[in-house]
């Protein structure tokens, strides 16, 4: 297989891959093995979702020992609706453990 063959099928997957998870209303996906105890979700801003606008935000989120949000970095994704995954993931509440950090997908979709 080509180098460029191999590029146009990993794009293929990653946006069958992507098509699938951005059919899911605004739902977190954690990566890392910390466990969610309390998950506040993100508020869908509506003028967005009227609009069809959507996507998926990518945020890095420390979590303290207690299991409580230390502090919260936006990865990637719209900044409007970063704004909301933000605010939402900064509520959540884990279950304790030794201090980690761990990255997050918060998906918007409009159609939902």
């Known amino acids: ?65 207690d299991g409580t949000v230390r502090d919260v970095e936006v990865l990637g994704g719209n900044p409007a609706l970063a704004d909301a995954a933000e605010k939402a993931v900064r509520q959540w509440k884990f279950a304790p453990g030794g201090e980690s950090v761990i990255t997050i997908a918060v998906n918007f979709d409009p159609n939902s």
């Open 1 to 65: 297989m080509t180098r460029k063959s191999r590029s146009g099928l990993h794009g293929l997957l990653y946006a069958l891959l992507f098509g699938l998870i951005s059919g899911l209303p605004a739902q977190p996906q954690e990566s890392g093995e910390r466990k969610v105890v309390k998950r506040v979700e993100a508020e869908y801003p509506a003028i967005l979702k009227r609009r069809g606008i959507g996507g998926t935000v990518r945020l890095k989120v420390s979590v303290r020992a």
